[in-house]
């Protein structure tokens, strides 16, 4: 038998995706919460949290791209021609908040409001698509002869609503905890208070869409509610009960790195369940990651890279995090 | 919209955001090498002037680079969205291309980005030099890996089709492609000219206000002395491309040549300008220089090059387009040569930073770098028609099935929204450039600058804080 080089890079696309989840998560969060914070000064102090690092993260969301490219060329054809819209939206928010990051220094008194917006809504529009993506995925694709066979809205329904807004509410969460990680005084009190309300409103989330796919889905309900997988799969909404219950005693105690560590464990946790439901299809409902993967020849090559370069990044990553330790206060940075 | 195809469609969306791309990697390029080479000389002359001058062009420097990152997130995804039988078709190869430039390039500028441009105060210098190099060697990375995939669609080889599909059979053959060393070597030097341009730009323009500070005058000179050397190589660069291009895509020279008919045993004119007129195949109003052409593309006196009507009139470039764009991409050359030279004879004479003459041209010059980019850009991308793997894959059958409604929304989305961001940006960046270096370090908030909102209005405070204890007596300025 030889390596599963399909399997393999299922595993590093995936490795890429969660990474980019839970990193560009909390900088995207901000965004998301900047409708809530008027203070400039405070607003200052929330870019400034990210603006050393928020470039690395997206780049995550850059890997996912490519690698689903190099590795599962056919999935990466029908995925993005069948999610045209979302991820042309998506991008198009991405380009607002990733240029507001330096224009809202760079502008006039009277524009700065302007590019507030603009990071804001970019945030919250990218988010939101990402979500639809997500949902729609879940629904799975029409495809015939290795093309996509379904039309330009078909991304749409009410459960990809669902999980557009579900996903704007964990990046919310995300964003709050970082924050407070990383400010202090009046601005980090009131992420504590939002905190609270953002960890209920995921849980519904969460609960909302466990509920609904395996009802949408045979599949899906086959794969977790037959046995012995019920008892394999058990620990997962465990953990998230456990997870929400430890957030909000954290929140009560006023710890400050606690909550963002619980909250990436329920993205993770909610990360992996969709992962248990879906694995193997790249897509859905039909298409394995051995149906739609490149030749071996491809494959082999860019494991090579993959394998020695990913821990160099996560080391200078970690180093450049490590750099910037410690909170952030007004004044700081470079503008 | 306007009755324009799908396909039609799908190339407008994907030329205007390339187009709009490929300025800011461009100057990305050049301004992270500028840099390492000001911190470099900072830290081996611990003279201010070249740390003045990093705060300055990093301010820059972010901009310009944000607005790379996002413009460029949209071409990796636009693979999928616009050209998902491409992509499933040539994905073998330009997708691990794609990865290890992401893997080794993308992953270094953002992650060192961060500590070049904030940790001025939270690492040591010897540190932060080294983060600025990591920039500057992730940008040059970056590069190697888009222009191998891009020469690979260009110049292919190293694969095989097996069950429709590209299948790479030797990588070192795929990535060294005949075309790649001369493409790399054109574009890396073309960003360089283009950073080159624009810094002698700013210099001369605050020299012309009469902001004459250590600072500026130094920006002013290496600009040139960059520009003297880089223009000459850049010609024989080029040179050397086009020998290459008429050996490997012929079709694609003759059209750039507005070369329709071969004649046995007669050399080849090089038509200087004309018009290329595809019906009536003839370049009409030609205005010729017998023996040139086949002087510049065989090196020999009456050597022949293939003609249009070699070819079949589908297989044919569009030479009304790539005819004219490649005239402009060499004219600005000659120019960029001419600067670097008068820029040399005013500083033999020692007049580097009074010739009004100099001044003038660099400032009128800053803007031609990035026009001749998008020149040489067009002639390239548009010489491969209509063919998007060069032999092997006809555009035509390459474009995803979309509807010309769901392309017409989304090519106007991304023209409304891209004139809208990134001319702001570019506005951005003239301002900081028109406030000029001096302003404070990397850790002094904005606002505490008095001369960042005044504008025109407040004119007095403003060379004098440009440059305290600098500011020669001739009058200020504006």
Redesign the interface.
Known sequence: MGIDLPLIWAVIIGFGLMMYVIMDGFDLGIGILFPFIRDRDDRDVMVNTVAPVWDGNETWLVLGGAGLLAAFPLAYSVLLSALYLPLIFMLAGLIWRGVAFEFRFKADEGHRPFWDHAFAWGSIVATFCQGLALGAFINGFRVENGAYAGGVLDFLSPFSVFTGLGLVVAYALLGCTWLILKTEGPLQTRMIALARPITFALLAVIAGVSLWTPLAHEGVAARWFSLPNLLFFLPVPLLVLAAAYGMIKALARGSHGLPFLLALALLFLGYSGLAISLFPNIIPPAVSIWGAAAPVQSLGFALVGALFIIPFILGYTAWSYYVFRGKVRAGDGYH | MFGLTALELARIQFGFTVSFHIIFPAITIGLASYLAVLEAMWLLRKDETYRELYFFW??VF??N???G??????M??Q???NW??F??????????L???????A??????????M????N??GPGLHFFATVMVAVGTLISATWILASNSWMQTPQGFEI?NG?V???D?LKVIFNPSFPYRLVHMTLAAYLATALFVAASGAWHLMKGHRTPAIRTMFSMALWMLLFTAPLQILAGDQHGLNTLEHQPAKIAAMEGHWERTPGEAVPLILFGWPDLAAETTRWAVEVPHLGSLILTHSWDGQIPALKDFPPEDRPNSTVIFWTFRIMVGLGMLMLALGALGLLQRLRGKLHDSVLLQRFALVMGPSGLIAILAGWITTEMGRQPYVVYGVMRTADAV????AL?LST?LV?FII?YFF?FG??VT?ML??VGKGPGHGG??E??RADPAA?TGRNQRPSRPLSAAPGAVLSIGHGE
Do not use: C, Q
Request: proline share 5%; charged share 10%.
């Open positions: 990093s301010k972010a901009v680079f944000a607005m990152v996002v413009s460029g997130l949209v990796a995804y693979f999928g969205t998902s039988y992509s499933s078709f040539a994905g073998g190869v330009t997708g691990p794609l990865a290890y430039e992401v893997l080794t993308f992953f270094l500028e953002a992650g060192f980005l961060g500590v441009l904030f940790g001025w939270k690492v097996i599909r299948v790479p059979v990588w995803s099935n979309h509807s769901a989304t989305l929204m961001v702001i940006g951005y301002k900081l990397p850790a908030p904005e909102d």
